[in-house]
């Protein structure tokens, strides 16, 4: 597999100066491999402890945290020599070893010349508690596979360079295996295990459930183990309510839907707690269009989406076979997965402050609204071919300084005020 973020990885690598790196994200995107895949292919050795799985060397950090020590140690019990810009330190699972996210900060002044990289399930939990040596690490988000990451692991990498050279009169010859390819990508996600599984046997979308199901088990898993007890229920009431909350025609966030009558005080830490994790993005009302577009969010109004399209494909109980069907498949779960998929590009393409945009009598309301490159960006989204976009233009005939943009099954097309990009090609947005 060929990911994004081993760019990052290498440049952090082969910078002069550097601190320890920390990479976030939710469990099984792919932090380990990546970590991995870096001491393979960038240092002559690496070194990889799995606190989670090695009790034995959590106790590296209970003595003290002498960074000589600790290396000298690691050196012995792995059988390795460390030197420093040569040797990959890799520490996963950090959270599960006391004070080792502590020594960071030790390692950052000490050895600053020795390669350290952590990551951790729980991580994001673990660092809202305030467990780590602020300006002393880096931090690197690692989300699910973007969908030309996904064309590239199933062997679509023609698919793939098309989308990369954005030549749009050519894309729009190839729309029908470009639409194809986004429907598994619905149900297929961009979890690395799902996607290797469906790399294998294109004809097995079993295998692909039976991983998502594996993934959503060591979810709940995690929420027993990890979460206060006070939370476990409210925790899972918010995960097992977003499929219906995203079924609605307005999908802001109903708190009466997760329980009669209740409020927002009620579930707000349980929507951090998974929000920590990583396992949802919360996605506010904007009530102004201007910069920083987070100075205008409405707190009180929000979406609440999963973080990637192929768990909520498998959490709403979509059929594989809902993926044959040209004239339905679209339409299936009203958009939101079309929602969901876009979202995830616009993540994976580092659009900032996202937000969406609604007019103040309720009667127009557009999907998204961000920043890029010092230029704010509405875009709509429509799940098919529909073209009427009655909010769009709303917006647009209140901020005519801005150009607009809808993202649909058309193929690409440039208005005066507005461009229509087509789904599979969103990336291209960025």
């Known amino acids: 597999m060929i990911r994004k973020a081993e760019k990052a990885?290498?440049?952090w690598r082969?910078?002069?100066?550097?601190?320890?790196?920390l990479l976030t994200g939710a469990r099984q995107v792919g932090k380990t491999w990546l970590m991995k895949n870096l001491g393979t292919t960038q240092f002559e050795n690496f070194i990889y402890i799995n606190?989670?799985?090695?009790?034995?060397?959590?106790?590296?950090?209970?003595?003290d945290l002498e960074v000589n020590r600790i290396v000298q140690t690691l050196s012995v019990m792995s059988n390795q020599t460390v030197n420093d810009g040569k040797t990959l330190l890799i520490f996963d699972e950090i959270q599960d070893a006391p004070n080792a996210l502590t020594s960071l900060k030790y390692f950052a002044e000490d050895r600053p010349h020795l390669h350290v990289i952590a990551a951790g399930s729980l991580l994001g939990v673990s660092l809202d508690n305030g467990s780590f040596p602020v300006g002393k690490v880096e931090f690197l988000k690692i989300h699910p596979m973007s969908f030309e990451e996904y064309l590239n692991?199933?062997?679509?990498?023609?698919?793939?360079?098309?989308?990369e050279q954005g030549?749009?009169?050519?894309?729009?010859?190839?729309?029908?295996?470009?639409?194809?390819?986004?429907?598994?990508f619905y149900l297929i996600g961009g979890m690395p295990e799902a996607v290797a599984a469906f790399a294998e046997n294109k004809a097995d979308f079993n295998e692909v459930k039976r991983i998502q199901s594996a993934i959503l088990n060591a979810y709940m898993q995690d929420f027993a183990k990890h979460a206060p007890s006070n939370l476990i229920p409210k925790i899972i009431s918010v995960w097992n309510g977003l499929v219906s909350q995203l079924a609605k025609e307005n999908k802001k966030f109903?708190?009466?839907l997760l329980k009669s009558g209740a409020r927002a005080r009620e579930y707000e830490q349980a929507i951090d707690w998974l929000l920590n994790y990583g396992l949802v993005h919360k996605i506010h009302a904007c009530n102004k269009i201007a910069f920083p577009l987070q100075a205008y969010r409405d707190l009180k109004n929000f979406k609440l989406y999963a973080f990637d399209v192929g768990l909520l494909s498998h959490l709403a109980n979509m059929s594989p076979n809902v993926v044959l069907d040209d004239d339905t498949f679209f339409q299936e779960f009203k958009g939101s997965l079309t929602e969901q998929y876009v979202l995830q590009e616009l993540i994976a393409g580092e659009a900032e402050n996202i937000?969406?945009?609604?007019?103040?009598?309720?009667?127009a309301e557009v999907d998204f609204v961000f920043e890029k490159n010092g230029k704010i960006y509405p875009l709509e989204v429509k799940a098919s071919e529909n073209l009427q976009s009655k909010s769009l233009r709303v917006l647009y005939e209140k901020h005519k300084d801005l150009h607009c943009f809808r993202t649909s099954l058309s193929n690409y097309r440039e208005e005066t005020w507005m461009s229509n990009i087509p789904l599979f090609a969103v990336s291209k947005l960025l």
């Open 167 to 184: 030549d749009f009169a050519l894309i729009s010859t190839f729309k029908e295996k470009f639409i194809q390819a986004l429907r598994n």
């Open 9 to 11: 990885l290498i440049t």
């Open 51 to 63: 606190f989670e799985k090695e009790q034995a060397f959590r106790n590296l950090f209970q003595t």
């Open 355 to 363: 937000s969406y945009w609604s007019n103040e009598n309720g009667t």
């Open 254 to 256: 109903v708190y009466g």
């Open 14 to 21: 082969k910078r002069k100066k550097y601190k320890p790196l």
């Open 153 to 163: 692991a199933v062997n679509e990498t023609a698919l793939s360079n098309l989308l």
